[in-house]
């Protein structure tokens, strides 16, 4: 393997910040997987879901119908509902930064060569 050769010629143009295929999956599919936990913990905090899951496993358990599981059942429907939105934009705001840093190392590459200029 190859490393990449250091930029000391004002000639020899610096390679733009690219990330692999598998770093940028491993990113997004970290993620994916966080926002399913998010919404894996909050179904469990919600009282219909949690006794349907007891009575498919076999286990009793009491409906009981209260303020603090209408609220929970609203922000687990909140999550579901804006998740898609949100991981949308986290992955907007990945690629405008991944945009920024190679315009960013392109334009200072390019101040550089004003020293150098022979006209």
């Known amino acids: 393997m190859n490393p990449t050769p250091k930029v000391d010629s004002p000639f020899m143009q610096a390679a733009p910040v690219k990330l692999g295929f598998g770093t940028v999956m491993i990113m997004l599919l970290t993620v994916v997987g966080a926002g399913v936990g998010l ?29 603090e599981g209408r609220r929970a059942q609203v922000t687990f429907l909140l999550v579901v509902y804006s998740a898609p939105l949100a991981l949308g934009i986290m992955v907007y705001m990945l690629h405008y930064v ?10 200072r590459d390019d101040t550089d060569d004003e020293s150098y200029r022979m006209e």
């Open 98 to 107: 991944l945009r920024w840093l190679n315009h960013w190392s392109q334009s």
């Open 39 to 67: 919404l894996i913990w909050y179904a469990l905090q919600v009282p219909a879901i949690t006794s349907e899951l007891n009575a498919w496993l076999g286990r009793p358990n009491p409906v009981v119908d209260t303020a």
